[in-house]
């Protein structure tokens, strides 16, 4: 316990370090770009600093180090000196870490993932590969996989990507339907409201995990609380996990989104002004003109970023059906793209394949992030 | 006249009458809607208090007969469950911690300075939110891997550093764009750098919006699960989530102490969740500006 | 304390100019006010005085040393905020210390220049304080008091007045004069409410449009305005236009004319006058021009004066009167102008003519 960490404290060390290196560079560059003596000097410093830095290696790496150092350094004096000339130092100076970090651990893994598809990484050569780094070259086989063969056993893409459509739609309309419901009630009531609003906010506060584990388990066909409250109805024991897995899983998610939705429409309603509803009363509005000429028209700067935050997290959440369906024997029914995306690559050990996968479902999630974005622009010069 | 008033008098009552029909439906409602909110946390806590002899049965009493708290025990005695929280404290912490450093600098760039590529720089933060939570892990996975970080703190550490930092990003931009301007204006008048008005003046006076997203940070990495699983394989080094997964299996479920470990876990959570939704009410007033 | 000079300064936003070859002298020790309406350009002009934004052009001395490089830190200047900008999580006397302290400043000195200022602005009971407690009023002394004790090369107040209420603004307004006659300081005072250029500035410059229309004492901006511009916007009620033309001797315009003996120009004019320069049926000593008929439309009782909204033709014009006149609406009146009380632009170039 104690070792680990102290490596961790060791990392966090070593992070300051680097941030506090680059941002020393950074100062250098922002400040004394000007001076005659700025590119040949840096372009000497930076091949000795890599060679002080790599001393471990061997000879012959070494001088390729120090040389490809020597040249991005050049490349880089040469931009600060010409383009950067000392502007936006403070920003970019602030943001330098954050954004290589970024880069890192966002666009680099992205890019390899590319790299990946059109290679072929699988069980069998992952070995080869941790040695050597080389994995064999296949084109657009994988991709083509994608859409004939099966990611898991026996379902197929359009299967999945049909399944993640529908059920999308019905979370999010669920969510959103039970939120509304739930928020007009709440605004309705003067008393107890906190009470409430706490109460009704536990299913997003909780843990996910313990969640959809303590949901599963009252799924379960024996003694979960379900098939016990229907035995008591006469009702057989349905088999919750096996045969109806996909609406299980359906069931657990509305249960676990409708208090976020229910949140931001609250938040929204409360925010309408009760002078519009004055006036509609003077008006001769009835309660349900009124909710669907001044409430719903009010909400929709609300419930748009909303919506569309539920929908692509929704459209992506592998916790509900992983959780509920993802051990060894469980059934494949109720996967939708990137649940199986995940199944794929962790059970099954299909990592070239999935990465295939992954493009060609965020290829999806773009082009629908594409017309969403035209279709609102559209409806925006309608409303103004 | 005195039918009149009568008539009024009826005519309030009975309004009174359907306002009050009304007040009972939808409180109603809400309390049906409530109970329904929390009954999984009501079962947990009535399973975890089963007697050893009658850990699975199919009786619904909110408080079994014969209650014992020997799931709570057996939970720390049979299973390495502090090792697991302290699993997830170090990891977490770590995460948190350099989540919301970088992301409050981060945010005070975009915040305050036109450079170029700041809207680019804005709207790949927000489309890094989009990427599929597979799609990032898989790749990511393989360089932990290859850099032989595969069940280490430092492999959970790097792999979840990034993920909420555009999020924090947002919110703290989000806070500092609520700071005017004239009070750095004023240090820098005053005598301080640029720098300086940041680390003198915005810095202290943003700590709700800091504790935020430390919060924000803090929750996410804390209940992560998929992640989990997938870099770290030793039960030594298993956070909460994993473990709590492995007394939950497909046909042997540890109900006890699950439902135990569950409660013990969730309590806390909760408590952080409901505490820092006072702060993002709340805000702080600036008394320095014209308030 | 130092002189402010400002030497042919323009300002560009990528397209738009927002101030042109603005040059003025500030004299040591004068009390200088900017004033125009919103958008003209003055506190633009204030923030470049104190480094806060970018010169295009031209050249900013303070105390005979060109500045435009320097970073506001370095100007030796204070300045006064519109919102006060005080720092939320200090106390009032950490806030009036913050810059001595980051200058290293000994403590014992820090000390001693908060107890002054403190006591000059009546604030001694409130040092412990911090900002929230305080009312719009003490947060302005505070912010005053930040400046004093830095003992600054300048002062620089940019619409301090702007956020209280009126009551309250005449108060601070007779306590500012007080504290520049008290430290004899530079001050550079930026405003949009005339009535404070009037009363506060040794001197003041008016602006419009990123030039500086006029620039002189508030008693020759007044009765002296160099163009059309400056006669509308100084003095309240504002001045009344006619648009019209000079012919030989007389002045003439669609609702009304006059003779105007002694007016040697000739040509398309705007002929101004104050409401307190037209008599209505009176004709005392004070030289007045022949009566031109007019109508009555609204009458408002001020209390010692009255406002006469008349209509002469189609054109309305204000006269204030004695509150004895016992005029009212749908009566017809006769006009007459205070000779030496009307202005003449050129109406092209809205220049003052006589």
Not at chain 1, 177 to 192: E, V, W
Not at chain 3, 289 to 295: G, R
Request: glycine share 8%; with cysteine.
């Amino acid at each position: 316990m104690l070792t680990s960490l102290l490596q961790v404290l060791e990392f966090v060390a070593w992070l300051a370090a680097a941030v506090a290196v680059l941002e020393i560079y950074l100062h250098i560059h922002f400040t004394y770009f000007d001076r005659p003596w700025f590119v040949p000097a840096t372009v000497v410093a930076a091949p000795v600093l890599a060679a002080l830095a790599g001393h471990s290696l061997a000879a012959g790496s070494l001088s390729s180090l120090a040389s490809a150092a020597a040249a991005v350094q050049l490349v880089s004096a040469l931009v600060f000196r010409h383009v950067v000339r000392g502007k936006h130092s403070l920003p970019i100076m602030l943001l330098a870490p954050g954004f290589i970090g970024l880069g890192l651990l966002i666009a680099y893994p992205l890019a390899f993932e590319v790299y990946l598809a059109f290679h072929d990484l699988k069980l069998t050569t992952i070995m080869a590969w941790s040695r050597t780094g080389h994995i064999p070259f296949v084109g657009f086989k994988h991709f083509v996989n994608v859409f004939t063969s099966s990611p898991l056993s026996s379902v197929t893409f359009w299967q999945l990507f049909g399944r993640t459509i529908w059920w999308t739609f019905i979370n999010v309309f669920c969510h959103v339907t039970g939120g509304f419901i739930l928020a007009l009630l709440l605004n309705s009531c003067r008393r107890f409201r906190g009470l409430y609003r706490t109460f009704l906010v536990i299913p997003w506060a909780m843990p996910q995990v313990v969640a959809i584990l303590a949901l599963r388990g009252e799924f379960q066909s024996q003694y979960g609380f379900i098939n016990i409250m229907l035995g008591r109805f006469g009702v057989a024991p349905v088999q919750w996990l096996t045969q109806h897995a996909l609406l299980t899983c359906t069931l657990i998610n509305v249960w676990l989104g409708i208090p976020f939705m229910m949140v931001i429409i609250l938040g929204g309603l409360q925010s309408i002004s009760k002078h519009y509803y004055d006036a509609a009363a003077i008006d001769g509005a009835s309660a349900w003109q009124q909710l669907r000429h001044i409430t719903l028209p009010l909400l929709r700067p609300v419930l748009g970023p909303a919506v569309t935050l539920g929908t692509v997290w929704t459209f992506n959440n592998i916790n509900v059906i992983y959780l509920v369906t993802g051990q060894a024997g469980g059934t494949e029914d109720a996967d939708i793209l990137v649940s199986a995306l995940y199944k794929a690559a962790f059970t099954f050990y299909r990592y070239s394949y999935s990465a295939a996968l992954a493009l060609v479902i965020f290829g999806i999630l773009f082009a629908f992030a594409l017309l969403w974005l035209q279709f609102s622009k559209g409806s925006e010069s309608v409303y103004g | 006249m005195a039918e009149d008033r009568e008539r009024v008098v009826l005519a309030l009552a009975a309004h009174r009458r359907r306002r009050t029909a009304q007040a009972v439906l939808i409180h109603a409602a809400l309390i049906a809607a409530c109970l329904i909110c929390i009954y999984p946390l009501l079962r947990m806590i009535s399973v975890s208090l089963r007697p050893g002899d009658r850990l699975i049965s199919t009786d619904l009493s909110l408080i079994p007969a014969g209650a014992t708290a020997a799931s709570y025990l057996n939970v720390f005695k049979q299973t390495n469950f502090l090792l697991w929280l302290w699993n997830s404290l170090v990891i977490t912490c770590v995460t948190s911690f350099i989540g919301v450093s970088l992301a409050a600098t981060g945010g005070y760039a975009f915040s305050r300075f036109k450079f170029p590529g700041h809207k680019l720089g804005l709207t790949l933060l927000l489309g890094t939110q989009m990427i599929p939570a597979g799609m990032l892990l898989l790749p990511l996975f393989l360089m932990i891997m290859r850099l032989g970080l595969i069940n280490t703190y430092l492999g959970m550490i790097v792999a979840y550093s990034v993920t909420s930092l555009p999020f924090s990003i947002w919110i703290l931009k989000g806070y500092y764009d609520t700071i005017p301007r004239s009070l750095e204006e004023a240090a820098l008048v005053d005598g301080t750098s640029r720098f300086g008005a940041f680390y003198r003046i915005v810095l202290p006076l943003s700590t709700p919006a800091l504790s935020i997203a430390f919060l924000f940070n803090f929750t996410q990495a804390w209940n992560e699960y998929l992640v989990a699983r997938v870099v770290l394989c030793d039960a030594q080094r298993y956070t909460w989530t994993l473990g709590l997964f492995e007394l939950q299996g497909q046909y042997l479920t540890q109900w006890g102490m699950f439902a135990a470990g569950s409660f013990m876990v969730t309590v806390p959570v909760l408590l952080i969740f409901l505490y820092s939704s006072k702060w993002l009410i709340s805000g702080l007033t600036l008394g320095g500006v014209k308030g | 304390m130092a002189s402010v000079t400002l030497s042919r300064i323009s300002k560009r936003y990528q397209e738009a100019t927002v101030l042109r070859e603005i040059s003025l002298e500030i004299a040591d020790r004068e009390f200088m006010i900017l004033v125009g309406p919103s958008g003209c350009g003055k506190s633009t002009l204030l923030r470049m005085i104190a480094g806060l934004e970018d010169i295009t052009e031209g050249e900013i001395l303070i105390d005979g040393k060109i500045v435009n490089h320097l970073a506001p830190r370095d100007r030796e200047i204070a300045m006064v905020f519109q919102d006060y900008a005080l720092y939320p999580h200090m106390t009032v006397a950490e806030n009036m210390s913050f810059g001595l302290r980051l200058r290293s400043v000994a403590k014992s000195e820090i000390d001693r220049r908060v107890e002054e200022a403190a006591g000059i602005l009546q604030i001694k009971n409130l040092l412990k304080r911090t900002p929230r407690q305080l009312s719009g009023g003490q947060r302005q002394r505070v912010a005053i008091g930040r400046a004093i004790v830095r003992k600054p090369k300048a002062f620089l107040f940019d619409e301090p007045l702007s956020n209280l209420d009126a009551k309250l603004r005449e108060e601070m307004r007779i306590e500012i004069a007080k504290l520049h006659q008290r430290l004899g300081a530079t001050i550079i005072y930026v405003t949009h409410d005339q009535v404070e250029a009037m009363t506060l500035g040794s001197r003041m410059a008016v602006m419009n449009g990123g030039i500086i229309q006029q620039v002189g004492t508030p008693a020759e901006a007044f009765s002296r305005p160099a163009n059309h511009f400056v006669a509308g916007f100084i003095g309240s009620p504002t001045m009344n236009f006619i648009a019209g033309a000079l012919e030989g001797g007389t002045f003439k315009s669609p609702d009304l004319g006059f003779p105007l003996p002694g007016a040697r120009a000739a040509g398309p004019v705007i002929l101004g006058v104050r409401p307190e320069g037209i008599c209505v049926d009176k004709s005392d000593g004070a030289s007045l021009s022949e009566p031109v008929p007019a109508v009555i439309e609204v009458v408002e009782l001020l209390g010692y004066k009255r406002n006469l909204y008349l209509k002469a033709g189609d054109k309305r014009l204000l006269a204030t009167v004695d509150a004895s006149f016992g005029g009212k609406p749908g009566d017809t009146v006769s006009m007459r102008f205070q000779i030496a009380g009307i202005h003449l632009f050129d109406q092209e170039t809205k220049a003052r003519i006589g």
